[in-house]
């Protein structure tokens, strides 16, 4: 049977090639999912982390314990808490980076030995901390001895810098604790041998900072232990802390409930809840599994189309191959292979090739991951940070899914076509009529359905507005719409092909030539055939019209929104001195700033505009009812501020540069937000007067209502304890900063950058440390950008719609190609009558282009017409989806033409590669042949 | 008895593995007009060979093809084409229907190859009365019996008025009866139609039908009977 088989399959290579590649790309797909899921969760955590730890500048996976060891109870919390903290590691399944144990007796009765004139008792606390020896560096004296006391028995020990000068000892210096002794009776003498520092002071190991730690004596850790702890602790109380550092770069995300579970455990549950004093991680953990869901939801939904067109093209091949096959198995059937026997022939190629299909899908998975990973926009990948794939066992859950629903697609049809004996066959191979689904008006109900869907969407945008804000998973009714309005109108569109081409032959009835009234005859009676390929050609078309929009339109609003928030390229503002403290001394004289030296941003290279821009975010006004409302005041300086930013025309009643030009003319005039004039009736010309933070006034003629003006949000959008969405008002004025310098005088501003096109900020970060500026904020906007790029929602969604459209692209160009070479080696015989009667060679290729253009570019055309009102209706319902509560500027639709001409050229090769196959095949066919064909 | 076509000297070599096989040995022949002329043989005896030849189908390997005093053999493909066009006609042995169209419609098909002008209904329906089936003329190929499309075939392929009608065993895939019939049918035609028809045939029961009878073995031309 298995020599059968791949004789078989051999001798139709081209067909099992597609139906590999169909296998291939089924089950690197569906790996895919799983594996660019579980390295963008990782990536997400670690970035969940490496934030914190910039933003704290504190280790972000860390337990801290402290404790007393009381002396009635003789040890036994000490023990306790050593075997806890080091099963730790074992428990949250992490990696010790560092395990710090501090113990500590305090003495607050210890004098010098030696005569001095201030021997008042000094507190002192006798301790260890664990490791101390390989952090620091002896700046004066010496280490305490490996026996840890000097032949006196002084037990040597050595402090840091600051302990020095705060219990004002001096190296060499020896004291007697008299609060307390030895367990033996015999006091506790200590020397001070040497003062050491931290050798790096970064090292997360100083999570007890040496300058906290004023009246700290450190020992030798077996002396310490041996003398006050293990069966002498009852002698003692001690203070015990207990520091766990754990490395974070190996957390992976299927860790996260783990450590929620275990952290929910340790405050809650463990006997040693009180002692924990810090779990600042699972905040960062908490933070990232909030946004888990979205994504996996979201990433999910936006590859199932493209995993339904798998299965579709499987399937499509399958049958052509059965269509080809008939005869062979109604062959078998009638020399006695019974129905089982043809079936598990058929099951098992399935099987053969589906397992060969996990052996490159797998691979080609993880391939389809990294170029996902690196889109950061429609078709383009210019993200370099790579992803760590890794082989999970959910990839393998998925890849086995994956394979199964390929042996199944493959296998179902064997089980009609096992039936079909050479009787039957002869009589069903008369012309069909109509496809099963144009009997059930399948193309109607699909379009019903998602024009549904569409009223439904845009008649509740807002609630949709509100569940993306408030993070929940994209709604899949959402997209499910999308993609039925895409295939119902594919399908109707395909319903009505034959009439149009019914129509055109009608038209010149008389006049067609031979080839051409041949093709029309084809197309009319079996264009049916071809229905399938259409509607793949159709789906291609359109979907990927589709794609291109949604994925450029939702990243660039995005961009843009963010563009605009932040203002320019860079906003940065210096920490300002002043007289401050000589204000305090001295009543009389006036508070006021230094400014720094402006004229240092001309060496800021790169830098083409830059500008003063004022900002008090706090001021107020007196609002309704004369109510205190806050207002945002910004001084500009309007030629700079025009120089340095930028604001679409489109967005604004008058162009931009009026709106500066209207205050440049007027020294005493202001700009207001629109929200005054319309919620609160202001009008041009009135007089507006407005306070700062500090509550000095200020105040100018309104010259102009503006809608949208850098860094300006209309409303500010939160999120309430309930959950609810809260929409507040929010002010803006825009003012002279000469005017407002002359009201206030000259107080801290920012410096708003425009850089040079192409150029990167390195230059900015150079300045600042050239210039020794100490800065208050800055904000790079290139760095912003970037985050909005590498977000994993977005990414995502632009890797997983690159990557469709590209397996897209792929099944469409195979499939119409063996499609066509298929139908054409079916015809030969037909083409050899042809000949035969005479038609020449280019008219053979005239009737097949004609069937081309009949079948292929009226798909094209379909596919590009329904595209263009799919991503019209729905991409703005889909941006609603993917918005945040920050989204300020109006949602517009981004269409970029060179998707479309790349669409469109890759569809246009496919098509002149097929002609051109179809050229060679009708060119080298050989009439005689061809007739003989017919006879066998 | 005036010939439509004479054969001189044709030779056709195949190239197979180790050396070249003649499948045609300088055949000389000579084809009366308005005569039904039978290639008979068995299989493999080149008599389809011989016929695609005559008919501007495929090449001797040496030898000519007279008609009209002229040597087809060397006539350009355009030529050789619009021969095939208009003066001649073709029936198969396997059913060799277009598909897609109805009897009526592949019957008018020859006469817009043939690019004859003017009103076809006339002539499309005497040519698919005369073969029987002027009842069945909206009919498709797959609605029709074996026999039936045969004779939809043999009208097509008279349709245009050809001056040859070459048909290559056009009776194998029909039961005897149908095959005498048809065998008949074009006998009268080549007086009713003024049609010169050569055919092939290896069944010996229809040799009495021919006018001319040309015995053909492994390429050679044993016996030749008027």
Not at chain 1, 93 to 117: C, F, M, Q, W
Not at chain 1, 131 to 136: D, M, V
Not at chain 1, 174 to 179: Q, V, W
Not at chain 2, 15 to 31: C, D, Q
Request: charged share 20%.
């Amino acid at each position: 049977m298995l020599g059968v088989m791949v004789r078989k399959m051999w001798h139709k290579k081209w067909l099992f090639f597609c139906l590999l590649l169909g296998s291939v790309l089924l089950v690197a797909t569906a790996a895919s999912y799983p594996m660019y899921r579980n390295a963008v969760y990782n990536r997400m955590l670690q970035d969940e982390f490496d934030d914190y730890l910039k933003l704290n500048g504190e280790w972000p996976v860390a337990i801290d314990m402290i404790t007393m060891s009381q002396k009635e109870e003789g040890g036994v919390t000490m023990n306790n808490m050593e075997n806890f903290t080091e099963g730790l590691s074992d428990r949250l399944g992490l990696t010790v980076k560092e395990n710090i144990v501090y113990y500590a007796v305090v003495s607050k009765e210890a004098y010098s030995v030696h005569d001095r004139e201030d021997n008042d008792a000094k507190g002192m606390r006798l301790s260890y901390m664990s490791g101390l020896p390989e952090h620091i560096t002896m700046v004066e004296g010496e280490m305490y001895s490996e026996d840890g006391v000097d032949e006196n028995g002084y037990v040597e020990v050595i402090i840091s810098q600051n302990t020095l000068l705060n219990l004002s000892v001096i190296v060499g210096e020896c004291y007697e604790f008299e609060d307390f002794t030895y367990a033996d009776g015999t006091p506790v003498k200590i020397k001070i041998n040497g003062v050491y520092e931290a050798t790096d002071r970064n090292d997360f190991y100083w999570q007890e900072r040496p300058e906290a730690m004023g009246t700290v004596l450190m020992m030798d850790e077996d002396l310490f232990r041996e003398s006050f702890t293990g069966d002498n602790a009852r002698h003692y109380n001690l203070t015990c802390k207990y520091y766990a550092l754990f490395e974070y770069e190996d957390i992976v995300a299927t860790q996260a409930v783990h450590l929620q579970q275990e952290a929910t455990y340790l405050l809650e549950e463990s006997a040693y809840r009180s002692t924990i004093s810090d779990l600042d991680f699972i905040d960062v953990v908490n933070n990232y599994t909030s946004k888990e869901s979205r994504i996996s939801t979201t990433l999910f939904i936006l590859q199932v189309p493209v995993m339904l067109l798998l299965c579709a093209f499987l399937f499509m091949i399958s049958c052509q191959m059965y269509e080809m096959e008939r005869n062979d198995i109604s062959v078998m059937k009638s020399r006695g292979a019974s129905r089982g026997q043809i079936f598990r022939l058929y099951l098992y190629q399935s099987i053969m090739l589906s397992g060969i299909g996990v052996l490159g899908g797998l691979p080609l998975g993880s391939v389809f991951c990294r170029i996902l990973g690196s889109a950061d926009n429609f078709l383009e990948f210019g993200i370099r940070r790579e992803l760590t794939v890794s082989y999970t066992w959910d990839v393998f859950v998925y890849a086995f899914i994956a394979v199964g629903v390929s042996v199944l697609i493959m296998t179902i049809p064997a089980l009609k076509h096992s039936k079909v004996s050479i009787v039957n066959l002869k009589q069903q191979k008369a012309l069909k009529k109509k496809s099963w689904w144009e009997k059930c008006f399948l193309d109607i109900i699909f379009l019903g359905i998602s024009v549904y869907g569409y009223y439904n969407f845009s008649k509740h945008t807002s609630s949709l507005l509100e569940s993306a804000v408030k993070g929940e998973a994209l709604d899949p009714l959402l997209y499910v719409s999308s993609s039925l309005f895409i295939l119902g109108f594919g399908m109707l569109l395909l319903r009505v092909q034959p009439l149009i081409v019914k129509l055109i032959y009608l038209i010149g009835r008389k006049r067609w030539r031979p080839a051409s009234y041949a093709s029309f005859m084809e197309t009319i009676k079996n264009g049916r055939k071809q229905q399938y390929i259409m509607l793949f050609m159709i789906l291609t078309v359109s979907l990927g019209m589709f794609n291109a929009v949604s994925a450029r339109t939702i990243l660039q609003n995005t961009l843009n929104n963010t563009e605009y928030l932040e203002g320019a390229d860079i906003v940065m503002q210096e920490v300002w001195e002043d007289n401050l403290m000589e204000t305090k001394m001295n009543p009389n004289i006036e508070f006021q700033y230094y400014e720094p030296d402006y004229s240092r941003f001309e060496t800021l290279e790169g830098a083409k505009n830059y500008t003063k821009v004022f900002i008090d975010t706090r001021g107020y006004f007196a609002g309704a009812s004369n109510r205190r409302s806050a207002v945002e005041i910004l001084g500009i300086h309007t030629k700079e501020f025009g120089q340095v930013t930028h604001l679409d025309d489109e967005l604004l009643a008058q162009p931009y540069y009026q709106y500066l030009n209207d205050l440049a003319v007027a020294p005493n005039g202001v700009l207001l937000s629109a929200n005054f004039r319309d919620k609160l009736g202001y009008a041009v010309g009135d007089y507006f007067t407005f306070n700062n933070i500090s509550g000095e006034s200020a105040g100018g003629l309104i010259v102009g209502f503006f809608d949208y003006w850098p860094t300006y949000e209309p409303e500010v959008v939160t999120i309430d304890e309930n959950g609810d969405i809260v929409k507040n008002d929010n002010y803006m004025v825009v003012a002279h900063l000469s005017t407002l310098q002359q009201y206030w005088g000259i107080t801290p501003y920012q410096v708003w950058i425009d850089m040079e096109e192409g150029k990167s900020t390195d230059a900015f970060y150079e300045w600042v440390e050239e210039n020794d500026a100490p800065l208050k904020m800055y904000v790079d906007r290139s760095e912003e950008l970037q985050k909005v790029v590498e977000d994993p929602l977005l990414q995502g969604m632009n890797g997983v719609l690159t990557m469709s459209f590209i397996v897209m692209i792929i099944l469409c160009a195979v499939g119409y190609l063996i499609y066509w070479i298929m139908s054409i080696r079916s015809r030969e015989l037909m083409f050899g009558v042809l000949r035969a009667f005479g038609m020449h060679k280019g008219e053979v290729l005239h009737m097949l282009t004609n069937e081309q253009i009949f079948s292929g570019f009226y798909s094209i055309l379909s596919g590009i017409a329904i595209g263009t009102v799919a991503y019209q209706l729905f991409v703005p319902i889909l941006q609603t989806a993917y918005s945040t509560t920050n989204q300020v500027l109006p949602l517009t639709l981004i269409t970029q033409t060179s998707d479309m001409v790349r669409l469109y050229s890759v569809v246009g090769i496919t098509m002149a590669v097929c002609l051109l196959v179809l050229a060679i095949i009708v060119f080298k066919m050989n009439i005689t042949k061809a007739l003989k064909l017919g006879e066998e | 008895m005036k010939n439509i076509a004479e054969i001189i000297g044709v030779s056709r070599a195949f190239s197979v593995s180790g050396g070249e096989f003649y499948a045609l040995k300088n055949i000389n022949l000579e084809i009366p007009e308005n005569k039904l002329t039978i290639l008979r043989g068995k299989s493999g005896s080149g008599k389809t060979t011989l016929m695609n030849i005559i008919g501007a189908l495929d090449y001797p390997t040496t030898g000519q093809i007279m008609m009209d005093g002229r040597d087809i053999v060397k006539m350009s493909d355009r030529k050789r084409e619009k021969l095939r066009r208009t003066q001649f006609g073709f029936v198969f042995q396997s059913v060799s229907l277009i598909p897609t169209m109805n009897a009526y419609q592949n019957v008018e098909y020859a006469l817009r190859m043939a690019g004859i002008k003017g009103n076809h209904k006339a002539r499309v329906e005497e040519c698919l009365k005369m073969v029987g089936l002027g009842g069945r003329m909206t009919h498709m190929p797959s609605e029709l019996s074996g026999g039936e499309q045969q004779r939809v075939a043999i009208a097509r392929a008279i349709a245009h008025r050809p001056r040859i009608l070459f048909a290559d065993e056009p009776t194998a895939e029909l039961d005897s009866a149908m095959a005498a019939e048809v065998t008949e049918l074009f006998k009268r035609m080549t007086s009713q139609e003024n049609v010169t028809i050569i055919m092939t045939t290896h069944d010996v029961g229809l040799m009495d039908a021919g006018d001319v009878i040309v015995e053909l073995k492994d390429g050679e031309q044993v016996c030749q009977k008027q």
